[in-house]
């Protein structure tokens, strides 16, 4: 969004016609922007017919400034409002006020899409052809350099208006000038030293009191005030020393534009040869550690026509103590204009250095990955380990796997009825299967168990009993587990009829 700046003048023709007020409204800076002229009580506005640069010099020669540059049309700085004042202007570019230039106030055929502007150039002028800065201001009838009556100039040397005047307000005046603190704010002071009085040029001064500039406080440029009332300020310290910096209109104290004070003027610094060890060097005068940033392209507008380029090609080698020390190419010889500024922006204290190098960093990263995955493979060969126990331990404890196509017979059942002096052999019992086996394919079923028998005894066939061993029990004779051939079957002995005892000598032959 642009800024806008307005820009006023009035002044009473030597024949007693009242001439015009004029301003410039919606520029990027003073020296540009609508032209509005002020009649019967209102601002208006000028049609940009037969609008040339005899008309726009004679505006910016009222306005206080060096030269016309261009004459705008078709409303480049934005529609105007109200009334359109003035039409078909012919000046012939000698006038001092646009009052004296011929034209018609019958506006027939134009409108605001055709407000006419201005672009001014060089610095402001005073009576005598001397350029000067417009919003400079200068302490007078005070008997010290650091004290007096505060004027300003725009368009001609004026007081300030002492309404609401105070310290805040004197403090932006000392700042400016360059010296010290603000000591006192005066009001009420004469006018001794002056030849007429032709009105204040500011009134209603408002300053938060750390401003740059006067310009940047509120005020307003048009009031009524008693000719003796007037403001001044007594400011502390002597004149600056020549080559005294400060940053300027930067939102902070570390960063700003960079003036220099010379022989009464603060000037700025053009970015022609500026570097990284400028910068170091200009911090470090200014009690900070180093330099973080410089540019010489930030908007210093606002400088435009209040100070001049002081230097230009700075080269400091790194060691001076203060900017001034180091070379350059003179003092006030300089061909950049503010659009090259050298702004600056100071470390306030040293930055924390970090605690490893890129390189350790790197190496720490390697050196966690790598363990990392060293415990990674001890995890996995763990897991692996506790797997293949397991799987040993059950192989120790499985069943045995009875491969396709193949029996195994289990021992028959001998039974031995002394009685009948018989043995029948029963039918081999089918082997308990493992839980992956297939069951039996035996077409003849298995003997019963003998807790089955016990349990319902006459379910079951009736099965002779041994009487010699209680006439109660069969006698079962299990076979090894394994018979490589068929069963070879004896008569027993006679039970009725035992073998005689072995011979055992008489123990009188014993040796």
């Known amino acids: 969004m642009a800024c806008v700046f307005i820009v006023t003048v009035s002044s009473r023709g030597a024949s007693g016609q009242i001439d015009y007020d004029v301003r410039l409204v919606g520029g990027d800076n003073e020296l540009e922007g609508r032209v509005e002229v002020y009649i019967d009580g209102v601002w208006g506005t000028i049609c940009d017919d037969d609008w040339d640069m005899r008309e726009a010099s004679v505006v910016c020669r009222q306005l206080g400034f060096e030269k016309a540059v261009a004459a705008i049309e078709s409303a480049k700085f934005g529609w105007g409002s109200g009334v359109i004042a003035l039409d078909d202007m012919a000046c012939t570019g000698l006038e001092s ?47 010290s350099p650091m004290q007096g009556r505060v004027e300003v100039y725009d368009g001609r040397w004026g007081p300030v208006c002492d309404s609401h005047w105070d310290m805040d307000d004197a403090q932006v005046v000392c700042r400016q000038l360059g010296y010290g603190d603000a000591v006192n704010a005066w009001k009420g002071m004469d006018l001794q030293g002056s030849k007429w009085f032709l009105g204040h040029i500011v009134y ?46 930067g939102g902070e104290e570390s960063a700003g534009h960079v003036v220099i004070y010379f022989e009464g003027e603060l000037g700025t610094i053009c970015d022609i ?109 763990c897991l692996t380990a506790k797997k293949s126990s397991t799987a040993t331990q059950g192989s120790a404890t499985a069943y045995s796997q009875v491969p396709p196509g193949e029996t195994v017979e289990a021992p028959p059942t001998v039974h031995y009825h002394p009685t009948q002096q018989s043995v029948t052999i029963g039918e081999a019992a089918s082997p308990s299967a493992p839980p992956s086996a297939p069951p039996s394919s035996s077409a003849d079923e298995a003997p019963p168990a003998y807790d089955a028998v016990m349990a319902r005894p006459t379910h079951f066939p009736k099965v002779p009993t041994d009487s010699v061993h209680g006439g109660n029990q069969p006698v079962a004779l299990t076979h090894p587990a394994v018979y490589p051939g068929p069963i070879e079957l004896t008569h027993p002995p006679s039970l009725m009829h035992p073998s005689p005892p072995p011979y055992q000598p008489p123990l009188s032959t014993l040796p």
């Open 97 to 143: 006020n646009l009052g004296e230039c011929k034209a018609s106030n019958k506006i027939a055929n134009c409108f605001h899409s055709e407000d006419a502007g201005v672009q001014c150039g060089g610095g402001t002028t005073d009576p005598n052809g001397e350029v000067l800065d417009r919003y400079k201001i200068r302490l007078v009838n005070g008997g």
């Open 204 to 249: 209603n001064v408002q300053c938060l009191g750390d401003e740059n500039y006067l310009q940047d406080c509120q005020l307003s440029e048009t009031g009524s005030c008693p000719y003796d009332h007037n403001a001044g300020v007594t400011c502390s310290g002597t004149d600056p020393e020549n080559g005294k910096v400060q940053l300027v209109h």
């Open 273 to 381: 040869g500026w570097t990284w060890v400028n910068s170091d060097v200009l911090c470090k005068e200014l009690g900070f550690v180093g330099s973080e940033e410089y540019d010489g392209h930030k908007d210093s507008s606002f400088l435009t026509n209040i100070m001049k380029v002081q230097l230009e090609n700075v080269n400091c080698e790194g060691d001076e103590q203060r900017l001034v020390q180091c070379s350059h190419s003179g003092w006030g010889n300089s061909d950049c204009d503010h659009s090259r500024d050298v702004w600056v922006r100071c470390l306030q204290e040293s930055p924390d250095p970090p605690l490893l190098s890129p390189s350790e960093i790197a190496s720490v990263l390697v050196g966690s990955i790598a363990v990392f995955l060293l415990l990674l493979c001890f995890c996995v060969g």
